[in-house]
C-alpha cells in the first residue's frame, strides 16, 4: 500500500550494529504497529502505537526497541543486530475509528550477517 | 505460543478448484476474524473478514465460515485461478491487537 511507505526495502548489516527502520504514513491513522515475519510463524507483533505518546511491548520486543516521532512516523531500531533477527519486517497502520483493518507497508528485508 | 493456529501449511489446487485454509483459536475474547491475502515481495492485504456474530460471509470467490462454538474459522476460494496463488494468513483481533495464523501458502496450477 503506497499510503504507507518503509525505508529502507533491503538491508544487511553485521551482528552489533545498530540498525534504524523506518515507517512513514499518509492515512491519518493513530494506531501504528511493527512485525516480523519469518517462514512458518507468520506475522509476530514486535511493539505498537495507539498514539505519538503511546508505546506498547507486543509478543517479540527483546532486542528491540521504537520510537514515534510523530504521528506519522513510527521507527523501529535494533540496537545491537544478531543473526536471529534476520527477518521480513512489516510497519502496519489502522483507524481506531474504522472496522480494525490493519494496513501494512511493503516491508523490509533484514539480514544480519 | 501462536493464539491462532492454521493449516495445511501449503496445499496446491488445479485451476477452477477449490482450496480451503482452516484456523483455529482458543482465546474467546477474540471479536474480529480477517484474513490476509499476500504475493510476494508485498506486505498483507486485507481480503475478507468476518465477526463472531455471522457463521458465513461471502465476498465474489471467497468464503468465510465461522463457528464459534468450535472456535475454528476457515477460508474457502472458490474456482481458484491462478491470479490466487499467493500466502493466506488467518488473523484474530483482541484490543485492537491481531494475531496471525503461520500462514498458507496456495498454489493454483494452470
Known amino acids: 500500500d503506497a499510503d504507507v511507505t518503509q525505508t529502507p526495502r533491503n538491508r544487511i548489516t553485521k551482528t552489533g550494529k545498530r540498525i534504524m527502520l523506518e515507517c512513514s504514513q499518509t492515512?491519518?491513522?493513530?494506531?501504528m504497529y511493527w512485525y516480523r515475519q519469518d517462514p512458518g510463524l507468520g506475522l509476530r507483533l514486535i511493539y505498537y502505537s495507539f498514539d505519538v505518546k503511546d508505546i506498547n511491548k507486543g509478543e517479540i520486543s527483546d532486542g528491540y526497541s521504537v520510537s514515534r516521532q510523530a504521528q506519522a512516523k513510527f521507527s523501529l531500531s535494533l540496537e545491537s543486530a544478531i543473526p536471529n533477527q534476520t527477518a521480513l519486517y512489516f510497519c502496519?497502520?489502522?483507524?481506531?475509528?474504522?472496522?480494525?483493518?490493519?494496513?501494512f507497508g511493503p516491508g523490509t528485508r533484514l539480514t544480519v550477517t | 505460543q501462536q493464539q491462532v493456529k492454521q493449516s495445511p501449511q501449503s496445499l496446491i489446487v488445479q485451476k477452477g478448484g477449490i482450496s480451503i485454509i482452516n484456523c483455529a483459536y482458543e482465546n474467546t475474547a477474540f471479536d474480529y476474524f480477517p484474513w490476509y491475502q499476500q504475493f510476494p515481495g508485498k506486505g498483507p492485504a486485507l481480503l475478507i473478514a468476518i465477526r463472531p456474530d455471522v457463521s458465513e460471509k461471502k465476498e465474489g470467490r471467497f468464503t468465510i465460515s465461522f463457528n464459534k462454538s468450535a472456535k475454528q474459522f476457515s477460508l474457502h476460494i472458490m474456482d481458484s485461478q491462478p491470479g490466487d496463488s499467493a500466502t493466506y494468513f488467518c488473523?484474530?483481533?483482541?484490543?485492537?491487537?491481531?494475531?496471525f495464523g503461520a500462514g498458507t501458502t496456495v498454489t493454483v496450477r494452470a
Open positions: 502496519a497502520t489502522s483507524d481506531p475509528r474504522g472496522t480494525g483493518e490493519q494496513y
Open positions: 492515512k491519518g491513522h493513530d494506531r
Open positions: 488473523a484474530a483481533n483482541n484490543d485492537y491487537k491481531l494475531s
